[in-house]
């Protein structure tokens, strides 16, 4: 039990040093002295289904697996996997297949989301990341939205790049790229570009496939 609880003091170190939304969870808490089981079920918030019961019988090998699970790859697979129902929701109402999630890192709790409806709402700004963040705005009370990890399906195109600028947000994490019309890694490359003061960190890739295989199949649909 003694080396477990020092895998664990170990991992805290490492979580504060990098600063993840789990190290922020332990401030916010301040688990300065922590039981094992808190910091278990503190582990298991919003992740996989995790047997906290076995406490009394965890082997090491457990707890590197605890870690895995804690990775910052699956939390963003968590949020996209939700994004992507909205997106499958959004293609079944005739729209193009994009949605958006606004998520507070530290709470791990949706502030807003949205999918495209352009076409239902006859406007052609009503983006998912657009109608994301200004759902945010309103939700929060602030047009800045500092703090605040914006999920999109897709590559941002140009207009949603100069939004999530415009709206300070911290990290944006997308799935498929868009060669055709993003601006992230695409085109422009909005926030490389000298007019624009903000950047956010970028994660691409997450859960591309599954994407782009939507937006095929959706276009596939409407071509037959
Ligand atoms: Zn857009």
Known sequence: MQE????????????????????????KRRL?????????????????????????????????????VMDQLEFDQRFMSQA???????????EVPVAALLVDPQSQKIIASAANTPIASHDPTAHAEICALSLAGQNIGNYRLNGLWLYVTLEPCAMCAGAIAHARIERLIFGASDPKGGAVISGTQFFEQPSCHWRPQVTGGIMAGESANLLKSFFRQRRS
Not at 40 to 62: A, Q, R
Not at 85 to 92: E, I, N, T, V, W
């Open 4 to 27: 477990i609880r020092c895998i664990f003091k170990s991992f805290r170190r490492i979580q504060a040093k990098n600063n993840s939304p789990l190290a922020g969870a332990y401030r």
């Open 32 to 68: 300065s002295k922590p039981s094992l089981a808190k910091d278990i079920s503190l582990c298991c918030i919003g992740f996989l289904p995790f047997n906290i019961s076995y406490k009394h019988e965890m082997k090491p090998f457990e707890s590197v697996w605890t870690l895995r």
């Open 84 to 94: 992507l129902g909205l997106a499958q929701a959004a293609s079944a109402a005739g």
